[in-house]
């Protein structure tokens, strides 16, 4: 390898975006950011919503301080490119059992009222097909929430 190379490499190691090497804890942050569907303007009362329910999620191995970090790294992150590019990333890092995990916490985040709306709906059906969950298993957990 020629030292040119090398160099390339070296820098390249040190450029990784946020959207590389995700943990468990990164992807499921980037799916309730998106199922949040967030203002940029007026997002603190979702980054705090989210926050809590991401504390009651073992997956969640941080404290809130790094939880809530995480949450304004991809929040921020993500307005920079597709939010559904960001999810399918996010899908390609997690398991199966991950990925019913994943859409259980976006069922969490997404009906904090436990009303699913239309939108909620769309936005719940595209995070079901991202992370590839069963339509049978997405109807029962979302069915369970709204009971």
Known sequence: ???????????????????????IEDALTIIAVYTAQMDPQDC?????????????????????????????????????????????IAAGALNSEQKKTAFKLAVDVALPEKVLT????????DIAAKLAVDREYAKQVIEKSVS
């Open 118 to 125: 239309p939108e909620k709906k769309t936005i719940l059906d």
């Open 44 to 88: 603190e009362k979702d980054v705090k919503r989210i926050a809590a329910i991401a504390e009651k999620h073992p997956e969640f191995v941080k404290k809130r301080k790094g939880i809530l970090a995480r949450i304004n790294t991809y929040a921020n992150s993500m307005r920079a490119m597709d939010p559904i590019k960001a999810v399918e």
């Open 1 to 23: 390898m020629t030292i040119a190379n090398e160099i390339k490499k070296e820098i390249a190691a040190y450029e990784k975006g946020p959207f590389e090497d995700l943990t």
